[in-house]
C-alpha cells in the first residue's frame, strides 16, 4: 500500500480492520496502522460538544443525540462504528473531546506527562489503539532514535539525588514514579505524525511481547482548537 507511512521503519499498514487487530507485530515494527481517507464533518460534530475542563469523555449516548447535516451525520456513523469495532474485539474504547491535558511540571530535567514520548505499560498483554478525527494528531518514534531517560547520565543523576531510600531499591523507585516509561529523541531522530482518520493499534511494555514497546506522544494542541481522539 503507497502512503505516507509506507516507508516508515517501525510501521506496518493495513487495508481493513480485521488486519489491523489480526496483523503480528515484527522486527522492530512495533506498530499498525489501518490506513484511510473519512468522509464526513467531524469539525461539525466538535462544535456541538461541550467541553467540561480540559478534557471530556464524550458517550456515544451523546453523540448518537446531536443534530447534524448530512456530512456531520455520515462523521457520526464512522465514529460509532469504530467504536463498535473495538469493541467487538474486546477493547473498552473512549471518545475525548481534549482541549488540553495536565503538563507535569515538578521536575524541570524530567517531564512523565502524556506531551512527553514515552511507552504505554500493562499488566496484560492487550495493545493500544488511538484515532484522531478531529486537532493535532500524536506522533511516534523509532526505538533505535529514543534513548530511555534513566539511562540519561545527568538525569539519573538527578533522580538519584532525590531518592533517598536504599540503593537496591533504586530501579523500584524509577517503576513507580513512571520515570522508566519516558524518553528522549536523538538529535538524529525523525518522529512521525500519525495523521488524521487512521487507527493506529501500538505495543505496549508487557513480557509477552515480541516487540519492544512503541514509542509515542500526545502533540501540543492548536489554539483554539479542540481534539477529538478515540483512545483504549
Not at 77 to 105: M, Q, V, W
Not at 196 to 219: F, M, Q, S, T, Y
Request: proline content about 5%; glycine content about 4%.
Amino acid at each position: 500500500m503507497n502512503n505516507e507511512f509506507s516507508d516508515y521503519k517501525s510501521a506496518a499498514v493495513v487495508s481493513t480492520f480485521n488486519q489491523l487487530v489480526n496483523s503480528d507485530f515484527q522486527g522492530i515494527k512495533n506498530a499498525i496502522c489501518w490506513y484511510r481517507s473519512l468522509n464526513g464533518d467531524f469539525v461539525e460534530i466538535v462544535s456541538k460538544l461541550q467541553l467540561e475542563g480540559n478534557l471530556t469523555e464524550v458517550s456515544l449516548e451523546t453523540i448518537k443525540s446531536l443534530e447534524l447535516s448530512e456530512e456531520g451525520s455520515r462523521a457520526r456513523e464512522i465514529i460509532i462504528n469504530d467504536f463498535n469495532l473495538l469493541t467487538a474485539c474486546g477493547a473498552l474504547p473512549s471518545l475525548n473531546l481534549i482541549k488540553n491535558y495536565e503538563r507535569d511540571e515538578e521536575l524541570d530535567f524530567i517531564s512523565t506527562d502524556v506531551y512527553s514520548f514515552h511507552v504505554d505499560r500493562s499488566p496484560v498483554g492487550i495493545d493500544t489503539y488511538l484515532c484522531t478525527y478531529h486537532g493535532a494528531a500524536s506522533e511516534i518514534v523509532a526505538n533505535d532514535e529514543a534513548e530511555q531517560k534513566i539511562l540519561i547520565p545527568e538525569i539519573r543523576q538527578k533522580l538519584k539525588a532525590m531518592y533517598d531510600g536504599p540503593e537496591e531499591e533504586f530501579e523500584t523507585f524509577l517503576i513507580e514514579n513512571y520515570f522508566d516509561l519516558h524518553y528522549q529523541p536523538k538529535p538524529n531522530a525523525q518522529p512521525r505524525n500519525l495523521g488524521l482518520g487512521h487507527i493506529w493499534r501500538l505495543a505496549v511494555d508487557h513480557p509477552e511481547k515480541p516487540v519492544p514497546p512503541c514509542i509515542h506522544r500526545a502533540p501540543v494542541e492548536k489554539d483554539g482548537e479542540y481534539r477529538l481522539l478515540m483512545i483504549c
